[in-house]
Protein backbone atom coordinates (compact mmCIF):
# COMPACT_ATOMS: atom_id res chain seq x y z
CA UNK A 1 0.00 0.00 0.00
CA UNK A 2 1.33 3.41 -1.28
CA UNK A 3 1.84 6.06 1.68
CA UNK A 4 -1.03 8.26 0.33
CA UNK A 5 -3.35 5.36 0.37
CA UNK A 6 -2.39 4.66 3.94
CA UNK A 7 -2.96 8.29 4.90
CA UNK A 8 -6.51 8.32 3.46
CA UNK A 9 -6.84 5.41 5.48
CA UNK A 10 -5.92 6.70 9.01
CA UNK A 11 -7.95 10.48 8.23
CA UNK A 12 -10.57 10.59 10.57
CA UNK A 13 -13.96 11.24 9.07
CA UNK A 14 -14.76 15.14 9.81
CA UNK A 15 -17.23 16.10 11.48
CA UNK A 16 -19.46 17.61 8.96
CA UNK A 17 -19.63 14.42 6.84
CA UNK A 18 -20.67 13.14 9.98
CA UNK A 19 -23.10 15.81 10.56
CA UNK A 20 -24.50 15.68 7.00
CA UNK A 21 -24.97 11.56 7.34
CA UNK A 22 -27.16 12.96 10.72
CA UNK A 23 -29.39 15.29 9.06
CA UNK A 24 -30.15 12.47 6.09
CA UNK A 25 -30.99 9.71 8.60
CA UNK A 26 -33.33 12.77 10.21
CA UNK A 27 -35.02 13.53 7.03
CA UNK A 28 -35.91 10.18 6.27
CA UNK A 29 -37.04 9.08 9.15
CA UNK A 30 -39.49 12.31 9.10
CA UNK A 31 -40.60 11.53 6.00
CA UNK A 32 -40.72 8.13 7.42
CA UNK A 33 -43.19 9.24 10.31
CA UNK A 34 -46.45 9.55 8.32
CA UNK A 35 -46.21 6.09 6.93
CA UNK A 36 -45.46 4.38 9.90
CA UNK A 37 -47.96 6.39 11.86
CA UNK A 38 -50.88 5.39 9.37
CA UNK A 39 -49.32 1.91 9.21
CA UNK A 40 -49.85 1.70 13.17
CA UNK A 41 -53.43 3.18 13.13
CA UNK A 42 -54.70 0.75 10.73
CA UNK A 43 -54.07 -2.16 12.81
CA UNK A 44 -55.31 -0.78 15.90
CA UNK A 45 -59.14 -1.03 17.44
CA UNK A 46 -61.33 1.65 17.22
CA UNK A 47 -61.69 1.95 20.75
CA UNK A 48 -57.91 1.92 21.31
CA UNK A 49 -57.75 5.52 19.06
CA UNK A 50 -56.76 7.29 22.10
CA UNK A 51 -55.42 4.72 24.66
CA UNK A 52 -51.79 4.72 24.46
CA UNK A 53 -51.35 1.37 26.53
CA UNK A 54 -52.70 -0.60 23.17
CA UNK A 55 -49.27 -0.49 21.74
CA UNK A 56 -48.13 -1.69 24.77
CA UNK A 57 -50.73 -4.77 25.27
CA UNK A 58 -50.42 -5.80 21.94
CA UNK A 59 -53.89 -5.03 20.89
CA UNK A 60 -53.83 -5.41 17.28
CA UNK A 61 -56.56 -5.98 14.49
CA UNK A 62 -57.65 -6.49 11.30
CA UNK A 63 -61.34 -5.78 11.25
CA UNK A 64 -60.14 -1.54 9.91
CA UNK A 65 -58.92 -3.82 6.55
CA UNK A 66 -62.28 -5.77 6.51
CA UNK A 67 -64.42 -3.02 7.19
CA UNK A 68 -62.91 -0.49 4.88
CA UNK A 69 -62.80 -3.39 2.15
CA UNK A 70 -66.84 -3.96 2.72
CA UNK A 71 -67.33 -0.21 1.99
CA UNK A 72 -65.48 0.56 -1.21
CA UNK A 73 -65.87 -1.60 -4.11
CA UNK A 74 -61.40 -1.88 -4.21
CA UNK A 75 -61.08 -4.61 -6.71
CA UNK A 76 -62.89 -2.56 -9.33
CA UNK A 77 -61.02 0.79 -8.37
CA UNK A 78 -57.74 -1.39 -8.58
CA UNK A 79 -58.86 -1.88 -12.06
CA UNK A 80 -59.73 1.47 -12.76
CA UNK A 81 -56.75 2.62 -11.47
CA UNK A 82 -54.75 0.45 -13.72
CA UNK A 83 -56.60 1.43 -16.92
CA UNK A 84 -56.33 5.42 -15.83
CA UNK A 85 -52.06 5.01 -14.87
CA UNK A 86 -51.28 2.66 -17.66
CA UNK A 87 -53.73 3.73 -20.92
CA UNK A 88 -52.40 7.61 -20.05
CA UNK A 89 -48.46 6.63 -20.01
CA UNK A 90 -48.67 4.27 -23.15
CA UNK A 91 -50.11 7.26 -25.16
CA UNK A 92 -47.34 9.94 -23.14
CA UNK A 93 -44.54 7.24 -24.60
CA UNK A 94 -45.71 8.49 -27.70
CA UNK A 95 -46.50 12.01 -27.78
CA UNK A 96 -43.53 12.74 -25.57
CA UNK A 97 -41.51 10.64 -28.20
CA UNK A 98 -42.68 12.47 -31.47
CA UNK A 99 -42.25 15.90 -29.52
CA UNK A 100 -39.19 15.70 -28.25
CA UNK A 101 -37.87 14.49 -31.59
CA UNK A 102 -39.38 17.31 -33.56
CA UNK A 103 -37.91 19.58 -30.93
CA UNK A 104 -34.47 18.06 -30.57
CA UNK A 105 -34.04 17.21 -34.28
CA UNK A 106 -36.47 18.80 -36.50
CA UNK A 107 -35.79 22.44 -38.03
CA UNK A 108 -39.11 24.41 -38.79
CA UNK A 109 -40.18 28.17 -38.22
CA UNK A 110 -41.20 28.83 -34.59
CA UNK A 111 -39.49 25.77 -33.17
CA UNK A 112 -37.85 27.85 -30.07
CA UNK A 113 -41.45 29.87 -29.44
CA UNK A 114 -43.51 26.67 -29.70
CA UNK A 115 -41.32 25.06 -27.11
CA UNK A 116 -40.71 27.95 -24.86
CA UNK A 117 -44.81 27.94 -25.21
CA UNK A 118 -45.12 23.96 -24.09
CA UNK A 119 -42.47 24.77 -21.07
CA UNK A 120 -44.77 27.43 -19.95
CA UNK A 121 -47.16 24.47 -19.19
CA UNK A 122 -44.53 23.59 -16.23
CA UNK A 123 -45.51 26.73 -14.26
CA UNK A 124 -49.22 26.71 -14.85
CA UNK A 125 -51.03 24.64 -12.01
CA UNK A 126 -53.30 21.75 -13.59
CA UNK A 127 -56.16 23.09 -11.69
CA UNK A 128 -56.33 26.21 -13.65
CA UNK A 129 -57.69 24.21 -16.69
CA UNK A 130 -60.42 22.32 -14.42
CA UNK A 131 -63.07 24.20 -15.60
CA UNK A 132 -61.95 23.86 -19.41
CA UNK A 133 -61.30 20.56 -19.40
CA UNK A 134 -64.47 19.71 -17.80
CA UNK A 135 -66.51 21.73 -20.66
CA UNK A 136 -64.50 19.64 -23.24
CA UNK A 137 -65.21 16.36 -21.55
CA UNK A 138 -68.82 16.98 -21.48
CA UNK A 139 -69.33 18.80 -24.99
CA UNK A 140 -67.48 15.60 -26.37
CA UNK A 141 -69.96 13.24 -24.68
CA UNK A 142 -67.21 11.78 -22.65
CA UNK A 143 -67.86 12.53 -19.25
CA UNK A 144 -67.72 9.44 -16.95
CA UNK A 145 -65.86 7.38 -18.73
CA UNK A 146 -61.91 5.89 -18.55
CA UNK A 147 -61.19 8.49 -21.40
CA UNK A 148 -62.16 11.10 -19.55
CA UNK A 149 -59.61 10.75 -16.92
CA UNK A 150 -56.89 10.16 -19.26
CA UNK A 151 -57.59 12.89 -22.04
CA UNK A 152 -55.65 15.91 -20.32
CA UNK A 153 -52.57 14.11 -19.95
CA UNK A 154 -51.92 12.52 -22.91
CA UNK A 155 -49.39 15.17 -23.39
CA UNK A 156 -46.47 15.93 -20.82
CA UNK A 157 -44.36 19.18 -21.12
CA UNK A 158 -42.03 17.81 -18.29
CA UNK A 159 -41.96 14.08 -20.72
CA UNK A 160 -40.57 16.70 -23.84
CA UNK A 161 -38.30 18.59 -21.92
CA UNK A 162 -36.55 15.57 -20.75
CA UNK A 163 -36.51 13.29 -24.07
CA UNK A 164 -35.60 16.18 -25.87
CA UNK A 165 -32.12 16.36 -24.08
CA UNK A 166 -31.71 12.59 -24.28
CA UNK A 167 -32.33 12.57 -28.18
CA UNK A 168 -29.56 15.97 -28.05
CA UNK A 169 -27.30 13.69 -26.39
CA UNK A 170 -27.64 10.95 -29.30
CA UNK A 171 -24.55 11.78 -31.27
CA UNK A 172 -26.33 13.08 -34.81
CA UNK A 173 -24.19 10.81 -36.75
CA UNK A 174 -26.32 7.70 -35.57
CA UNK A 175 -28.98 9.03 -37.19
CA UNK A 176 -27.34 10.13 -40.53
CA UNK A 177 -25.79 6.25 -40.70
CA UNK A 178 -29.22 5.24 -40.21
CA UNK A 179 -30.61 7.01 -42.90
CA UNK A 180 -27.99 6.55 -45.21
CA UNK A 181 -28.66 2.37 -44.48
CA UNK A 182 -32.08 3.46 -45.63
CA UNK A 183 -33.90 4.04 -42.14
CA UNK A 184 -37.31 6.02 -42.51
CA UNK A 185 -38.07 8.31 -39.85
CA UNK A 186 -39.82 6.01 -37.54
CA UNK A 187 -37.37 3.59 -37.71
CA UNK A 188 -34.65 5.88 -36.58
CA UNK A 189 -36.54 6.45 -33.62
CA UNK A 190 -37.40 2.56 -32.74
CA UNK A 191 -33.72 1.44 -33.47
CA UNK A 192 -31.42 4.75 -32.41
CA UNK A 193 -33.02 7.24 -30.36
CA UNK A 194 -35.43 5.11 -27.87
CA UNK A 195 -32.86 2.50 -27.07
CA UNK A 196 -30.29 5.10 -26.31
CA UNK A 197 -32.94 6.87 -24.16
CA UNK A 198 -34.44 4.34 -21.89
CA UNK A 199 -33.08 5.41 -18.59
CA UNK A 200 -34.83 8.84 -19.29
CA UNK A 201 -37.96 6.58 -20.31
CA UNK A 202 -38.57 4.94 -17.40
CA UNK A 203 -37.46 8.00 -14.99
CA UNK A 204 -40.67 9.71 -16.98
CA UNK A 205 -42.23 6.62 -16.58
CA UNK A 206 -41.78 6.15 -13.05
CA UNK A 207 -43.04 10.13 -12.47
CA UNK A 208 -45.93 9.31 -14.78
CA UNK A 209 -47.51 6.59 -13.11
CA UNK A 210 -47.01 7.93 -9.08
CA UNK A 211 -48.52 11.03 -10.19
CA UNK A 212 -51.77 9.72 -11.98
CA UNK A 213 -51.70 6.67 -9.31
CA UNK A 214 -52.64 9.63 -7.13
CA UNK A 215 -54.62 11.49 -8.80
CA UNK A 216 -58.07 12.34 -6.60
CA UNK A 217 -59.65 16.06 -7.97
CA UNK A 218 -60.10 15.23 -12.03
CA UNK A 219 -61.33 12.07 -11.58
CA UNK A 220 -63.85 12.80 -8.78
CA UNK A 221 -65.15 15.83 -11.35
CA UNK A 222 -64.98 13.68 -14.34
CA UNK A 223 -66.38 10.42 -13.09
CA UNK A 224 -70.09 9.58 -11.14
CA UNK A 225 -70.13 5.95 -11.08
CA UNK A 226 -68.37 3.40 -8.72
CA UNK A 227 -67.79 1.06 -11.86
CA UNK A 228 -64.84 4.44 -13.25
CA UNK A 229 -63.50 5.85 -10.35
CA UNK A 230 -60.35 4.87 -8.99
CA UNK A 231 -58.95 3.95 -5.99
CA UNK A 232 -58.30 7.82 -4.58
CA UNK A 233 -62.11 8.60 -5.18
CA UNK A 234 -63.07 5.17 -3.10
CA UNK A 235 -61.05 6.32 -0.42
CA UNK A 236 -63.07 9.27 0.02
CA UNK A 237 -65.95 7.62 0.67
CA UNK A 238 -64.89 6.22 3.85
CA UNK A 239 -65.22 9.61 5.23
CA UNK A 240 -68.75 9.74 4.64
CA UNK A 241 -69.20 5.71 5.80
CA UNK A 242 -70.14 6.67 9.50
CA UNK A 243 -72.42 8.74 11.09
CA UNK A 244 -70.57 8.94 14.37
CA UNK A 245 -67.51 10.73 12.64
CA UNK A 246 -64.31 10.18 10.93
CA UNK A 247 -63.32 6.63 11.88
CA UNK A 248 -59.28 7.74 11.56
CA UNK A 249 -58.45 3.44 11.69
CA UNK A 250 -60.45 2.71 9.08
CA UNK A 251 -59.62 5.56 7.19
CA UNK A 252 -55.62 4.50 7.69
CA UNK A 253 -56.70 1.01 6.19
CA UNK A 254 -58.19 2.53 3.32
CA UNK A 255 -55.04 4.51 2.64
CA UNK A 256 -52.72 1.76 2.97
CA UNK A 257 -54.69 0.19 0.70
CA UNK A 258 -53.86 2.81 -1.82
CA UNK A 259 -50.11 3.16 -1.82
CA UNK A 260 -49.25 0.25 -1.00
CA UNK A 261 -48.44 -1.00 -4.47
CA UNK A 262 -46.56 1.71 -5.03
CA UNK A 263 -44.59 1.26 -1.97
CA UNK A 264 -44.11 -2.39 -2.78
CA UNK A 265 -43.06 -1.07 -6.22
CA UNK A 266 -40.65 0.96 -5.08
CA UNK A 267 -39.39 -1.23 -2.73
CA UNK A 268 -38.62 -3.90 -5.19
CA UNK A 269 -36.93 -1.35 -7.62
CA UNK A 270 -35.75 1.08 -5.71
CA UNK A 271 -32.29 0.53 -7.37
CA UNK A 272 -33.76 0.54 -10.83
CA UNK A 273 -35.44 3.60 -9.70
CA UNK A 274 -32.76 5.56 -8.56
CA UNK A 275 -29.95 4.71 -11.25
CA UNK A 276 -32.70 5.97 -13.87
CA UNK A 277 -33.02 9.10 -12.29
CA UNK A 278 -29.50 9.48 -11.88
CA UNK A 279 -28.80 8.32 -15.66
CA UNK A 280 -31.43 10.57 -17.31
CA UNK A 281 -29.51 13.64 -15.91
CA UNK A 282 -32.31 15.16 -13.40
CA UNK A 283 -30.54 17.07 -10.78
Excluded: C
Excluded at 131 to 137: D, H, L
Excluded at 185 to 198: E, G, I, K, N, T
Excluded at 205 to 226: K, R
Excluded at 262 to 283: C, D, P, T, Y
Aim: positive net charge.
Amino acid sequence: MSAAKRQSARRPIRWTSRLLDSLTVLLSLLWLFPLVVSLWMSFRPQFASADSSALLLGLFTLDNYYDAWRISPWGTHYVNTLIFVVGTLLVQLVTVTLAAYAFARLRFPGRDLLLLLVLAQLMIPSTVLLAQNFVTIRNLGLYDSHIAMMMPYFGSAFGTLLLRQAFRSVPYELEEAARVDGANVWQVLRHVYVPLSVPSYVAFSLVSISSHWNEFLWPLIVTQSESVRPLTVGLNKLVQSSEVGALYNQQMAGTILVIAPLVLLFMRWQKQFIESFAQSGIK
